[in-house]
């Protein structure tokens, strides 16, 4: 057989490519996120090229500008009308840019500002070797307790990439709650997910709890995203295209063009279901709903406390604005079958939350199940289906990413000579101590419960009441029933601060620099006005509701 026989067998003539179509992007509506990358790559330029002891001010300098900048853009956008008349798919289809996209965008940026000056805090542990130490591990690579380590730390190192790592979460997070198509969605799901898996394993102190929590998260990380990549493919196979609003055709039956490739599976009902299914529980793990949530508690306290407090508010913002968006753009003809499914989540997480709450003693595993019962109130709002919905959504949870990331900020200042002492009988008697910490703490315990206000009571109020008027006054009755049971351990924690003796071997409460005290100073702020004050808020919220499709 001739060369070209064989040469044959695999080839057929066709017409001869003359030109690719270059890609066409619109960077100025993609600039929030394409300064967080900018500044999250010249961040490892920094590790690898600026001397060690300038690093750390460097790094924080590149990442406090990239932030700010990267608000300045939201804000910018949204000035000039993208988040309502002007609303578009850029990137070729890939990024919805509107107002759901930018007021997530705008909310995880600041949570981001805010959490960046917690990982950036050095006085809260005792100088070692004449150095100032933060809370992640002085060489990330030695194993815990070897040589190589107590050199490290008698060296004066520090991890400085954490800066890096947290601004390539945050791009992610940026994408996540705007990504318009499929394949987009998955990258910045695993975009996101990766340099959180291992931030939560660059503790300084308890190193081996900290890698546990971190491989913990790794493996149902992993698992999670398989099925939501199962998901992906079924849902191609289903209807011969990754975007949103393709999908969303062809769920309403409104597409004719059947793709050739595809013919024998668009259309069939089975795939949808099942791919459907799939994407919504990748989602459901990364909010933390039951029974997803496994990973939570003990994520939440094995991390860093630094990194628990971006990860419980950022994460939440980014997954909630990714399943709104799956939910009321792909799947509103699909609504009859959703919900119900998801009623049923959103019943066991709100109630499953607040009663495992009850027995924890340890108060970062505590806020855990906290923020799980609180994923089943927003999934309340979730469930409404109607733009009250959206709105009230959005509302809770920039209220509520700032409470969590100012209350674990409150953690990190409770130590004893081993570090956070994060056991509840330590916290005994702490008001007597050190009364301005605990009026803090207390403060973000009661907008958690919910009591009026706080930034929580307007977030619950608006969540329960688009949920009631979208057909779901079961839920709600659910959902005031948990918040009393809830109620019931966040004030527990309060009568043990104010009521109990301290002990006289009990922790100390560090005195904080000026970052960990304006986060702090943030999160009460932030709670009070958006409880004393809540209208123009929830207005802003209202003009953001609207999905471009």
Not at 248 to 261: F, L, R, S
């Amino acid at each position: 057989m001739s060369a070209t026989a064989v040469h044959s067998l695999w080839t057929t003539a066709a017409e001869p490519i003359t030109k690719i179509d270059a890609p066409t992007f619109e960077y100025g509506q993609l600039s929030p996120t394409l300064i967080v990358v900018g500044a999250a790559i010249v961040g490892v330029l920094v590790e690898a090229f600026v001397p060690r002891k300038s690093r750390y001010y460097v790094q924080m300098f590149v990442s406090v500008v990239a932030l700010v900048a990267a608000f300045a853009a939201v804000v910018a956008l949204a000035a000039d009308g993208y988040g309502t008349t002007k609303a578009r798919i850029a990137a070729m289809g890939a990024i919805a840019v509107d107002g759901p996209a930018l007021f997530l965008q705008g909310t995880i940026l600041l949570a981001a500002l805010v959490g960046l000056f917690t990982f950036a805090e050095r006085r809260l542990d005792p100088e070692a070797h004449g150095n100032r130490v933060d809370s992640f591990a002085a060489q990330a690579a030695s194993v815990p307790g070897s040589d190589s380590e107590k050199a490290a730390v008698k060296a004066g190192f520090t991890t400085t990439e954490v800066f890096p790592l947290l601004l390539f979460a945050v791009a992610g997070m940026l994408i996540f709650p705007s990504a318009n198509d499929l394949l987009t969605l998955f990258v910045a799901l695993e975009v996101f997910s990766l340099p959180l898996y291992l931030l939560c394993a660059l503790a300084r102190r308890k190193r081996l709890l900290s890698q546990e929590a971190a491989v913990k998260y790794f493996l149902l990380g992993a698992f999670a995203s398989a099925f939501t990549l199962f998901g992906i493919a079924l849902l191609y196979g289903y209807a011969g295209s990754m975007s949103y609003a393709t999908i969303a055709q062809v769920v309403d039956g409104q597409v004719q063009t059947v793709n050739p490739a595809l013919a024998d599976t668009m259309g069939n009902d089975a795939l949808l279901l099942i791919g459907a299914a799939m994407l919504i529980m990748g989602l459901l793990f990364k909010v933390g709903a039951v029974p997803f949530h496994m990973w939570t508690p003990d994520v939440y306290q094995g991390a860093p406390t630094p990194v628990t407090g971006f990860m419980a508010a950022a994460t939440k913002v980014a997954a909630f604005g990714a399943l709104l968006r799956v939910l009321y753009v792909i799947l509103p003809g699909l609504r009859w079958d959703w919900r119900p499914v998801m009623w049923g989540v959103a019943i066991v997480t709100m109630l499953g939350g607040a009663i495992v709450a009850i027995t924890q003693t340890d108060i970062k595993r505590l806020l855990a199940y906290s923020s799980i019962a609180h994923a089943g109130f927003i999934l309340a709002g979730v469930i409404a289906t109607t733009p009250d919905g959206v709105s009230s959504v959005l509302f809770y949870l920039a209220a509520y990413s700032f409470v969590t990331i100012g209350a674990f900020a409150v953690v990190t200042l409770v130590r004893d000579a081993g570090g956070e002492a994060t056991h509840l009988s330590k916290w005994a008697g702490l008001g007597r101590r050190s009364p301005l910490v605990a009026a803090v703490f207390a403060v973000f315990l009661l907008a958690f419960a919910g009591i009026p206000l706080t930034s929580g009571f307007a977030g619950k109020f608006a969540v329960f009441k688009a949920a009631a008027e979208g057909g779901a006054a079961p839920l709600v009755v659910v959902g005031v029933i948990s918040s009393a049971i809830a109620a019931f351990f966040y004030i527990r924690v309060i009568v043990l601060m104010f009521f109990s003796e301290p002990q006289p071997d009990g922790p100390t409460v560090a005195v904080p620099s000026l970052l960990t005290t304006t986060t702090i100073g943030v999160g009460v702020a932030v709670t009070l006005v958006l409880g004393v004050a809540p209208q123009y808020f929830l207005d802003l919220a209202n003009q953001a509701g609207v999905f471009v499709r």
